[in-house]
């Protein structure tokens, strides 16, 4: 069945760029079908979307970061990638990776922890 | 974009069922049938359990029900059960061609 995994650096400096991985395994990934996307959480906090990408390569973002925002997807490495520019401390939260079935995201990875902190 | 609005607590006994709303706009659960529900328990990531207002993907009981009135949705819980003590965030798409979410709901079993 399908799964995703969330990599990257567990630990950012502020002012330099978080950049995130994940990787889809288990099912096919590029097929046209799907969108994938990010939704972040601070700790103790609720949810937020950042993201999201469609297969073919159409993204959509949070209108409140899509400032500093990249989401991209590479259908031969069956990944798709964000990256965060200029973070601070507010963007410490253990970030998901997510697959979109239609309006609701179905499949979740286990999420990464990452830290903004010099 | 502003959050839905959520209740941040509700609670109810076993076998009661509780409702919990969500407040948005007309430039998101007002005007997109793309309200969707989710469960998380501590430690674990959301899981999905209503999309679209009122589907439920495979797998998930028939206890959980979903609906919209005007920029209101709401998650019914029928038949409350010990496992259902989580918290539930609510989401929309937006006019902005993203998604929001409510700032969740902690439900407690009593």
């Known amino acids: 069945h399908l799964q995703l995994q969330e990599s990257g650096p567990g630990l950012v400096k502020p002012s330099e760029t978080l950049s995130l991985t994940c990787t889809v395994s288990?099912?096919?990934?590029?097929?046209?079908?799907?969108?994938w996307g990010w939704i972040r959480q601070p700790p103790g906090k609720g949810l937020e979307w950042i993201a999201n990408i469609y297969e073919r390569g159409t993204p959509y973002y949070n209108p409140s970061l899509k400032s500093r925002v990249t989401i991209s997807a590479d259908t031969s490495k069956n990944q798709f990638s964000l990256t965060l520019n200029s973070v601070t401390a507010t963007d410490t939260s253990l970030y998901f990776c997510v697959r979109h079935l239609s309006s609701g995201c179905d499949i979740w990875g286990q999420g990464t922890l990452v830290t903004v902190s010099s | 974009q502003s959050a839905l609005t959520q209740p941040a607590s509700v609670s109810g006994s076993p076998g009661q069922s509780i409702t919990i709303s969500c407040a948005g706009t007309s430039s998101d659960v007002g005007r997109y049938n793309y309200v969707s529900w989710y469960q998380q328990h501590p430690g674990k990531a959301p899981k999905l359990i209503i999309y679209?207002?009122?589907n439920r993907p495979s797998g998930i009981s028939d206890r959980f029900s979903g609906s919209k009135s005007g920029n209101t949705a709401s998650l019914t819980i029928s038949g409350l059960q010990a496992d259902d003590e989580a918290d539930y965030y609510c989401?929309?798409?937006?006019?902005?061609?993203?998604?929001?979410f409510g700032a969740g709901t902690r439900v407690a079993v009593l």
């Open positions: 288990g099912d096919s990934f590029g097929s046209g079908t799907y969108y």
């Open positions: 679209d207002v009122s």
């Open positions: 989401s929309s798409f937006t006019s902005s061609t993203s998604y929001v």
